[in-house]
């Protein structure tokens, strides 16, 4: 896995955590992961294709997805307000992404974001031969976030095909 893909979105994920939830951020259990991916409670996915391929998937405990909202919304919310929290987690995916992809542009990937949807299963996709799954813990004073990133990069092999049909 390469890393200049990855740290735009750790870099990103730890600076909006830090200003919405007003909390220092830690990374903890940082690991790449083969097995399907298990949901701790609201999650969000982002997709990428192009030059960069695969999918972001950021997952909120019950209680910081609770915070999170709060903090958007400028209000207290209820802990069975369902609705804002899925609200409130795809709006962190969105401005986490956000700030990644402007990085990853200006180092010239060039690439296509779809908007987040709900994860709702309780289970993701595994991860395959050509993507690896970097998984990691984002800690914070509100509870915890947890970031599963599976990408790939394909410019390489678009070169090895026009190499090999040439």
């Given at each position: 896995?390469?890393?200049?893909?990855?740290?735009?979105?750790?870099?990103?994920?730890?600076?909006?955590?830090a200003q919405a939830l007003?909390?220092?951020?830690?990374?903890?259990?940082?690991?790449?992961?083969?097995?399907?991916?298990?949901?701790?409670?609201?999650?969000?996915?982002?997709?990428?294709?192009?030059?960069?391929?695969?999918?972001?998937?950021?997952?909120?405990?019950?209680?910081?997805?609770?915070?999170?909202?709060?903090?958007?919304?400028?209000?207290?919310?209820?802990?069975?307000?369902?609705?804002?929290?899925?609200?409130?987690?795809?709006?962190?995916?969105?401005?986490?992404?956000?700030?990644?992809?402007?990085?990853?542009?200006?180092?010239?990937?060039?690439?296509?974001?779809?908007?987040?949807?709900?994860?709702?299963?309780?289970?993701?996709?595994?991860?395959?031969?050509?993507?690896?799954?970097?998984?990691?813990?984002?800690?914070?004073?509100?509870?915890?976030?947890?970031?599963?990133?599976?990408?790939?990069?394909?410019?390489?092999?678009?070169?090895?095909?026009?190499?090999?049909?040439?």
């Amino acid at each position: 896995m390469r890393m200049d893909l990855i740290q735009p979105f750790i870099n990103s994920a730890d600076a909006v955590l830090a200003q919405a939830l007003e909390s220092p951020v830690s990374i903890e259990d940082l690991s790449m992961d083969e097995n399907a991916y298990l949901r701790h409670g609201t999650a969000a996915e982002v997709c990428l294709k192009g030059e960069i391929e695969g999918r972001i998937i950021f997952d909120v405990d019950r209680g910081t997805g609770v915070q999170l909202a709060s903090r958007l919304a400028g209000v207290a919310v209820s802990d069975t307000d369902d609705a804002l929290v899925r609200e409130a987690v795809c709006e962190l995916a969105n401005q986490i992404i956000g700030n990644a992809v402007t990085t990853l542009n200006d180092q010239g990937f060039h690439f296509h974001v779809l908007p987040p949807t709900l994860h709702t299963s309780e289970q993701g996709g595994k991860s395959s031969e050509d993507t690896e799954a970097l998984v990691m813990c984002l800690s914070t004073s509100s509870g915890n976030v947890f970031m599963n990133v599976a990408l790939r990069y394909l410019r390489r092999r678009a070169t090895e095909r026009a190499t090999v049909a040439g």
